[in-house]
């Protein structure tokens, strides 16, 4: 069973899965990446979706980018819309991809 919350890694605070996907501002498609930000402090933190899920994590690189996951939050209801990046949750969309 997926967590349903995290601490902050900048102000300690916890975080819902759901509220960070709410929070989501970003999308890379080169990496499939989203960003969103703690609700608490507003730092920003890389993410990946999935169907009912968001991971946690930070880039880094090692000869080429890599997406090192955190932690797995469960966020019953998320699904990718499209795949350019657009998100849903419970059939709401709550982040479509500037410009598109």
């Known amino acids: 069973m ?4 995290y601490d902050c890694p900048t102000c ?6 759901d509220a960070l996907a709410r929070a989501i501002t970003e ?6 990446l989203h960003v969103t930000a703690c609700p608490n ?13 968001l991971e946690l994590g930070y ?5 080429s980018l890599h997406f090192e996951a955190v932690v797995k939050l469960a966020v019953p209801g998320l699904a990718r819309a499209q795949p350019d990046g657009a ?7 709550i982040f479509t991809p ?3």
């Open 59 to 63: 880039t880094y690189w090692a000869g």
């Open 87 to 93: 998100l849903q949750l419970k059939g709401v969309r």
């Open 41 to 53: 402090c507003g730092s920003n933190i890389e993410c990946r979706a999935y169907g009912d899920a």
């Open 12 to 17: 300690k605070k916890p975080m819902s899965g």
């Open 27 to 32: 999308y890379s498609p080169a990496t499939h």
């Open 98 to 100: 500037p410009g598109t």
């Open 2 to 5: 997926l967590p349903k919350a």
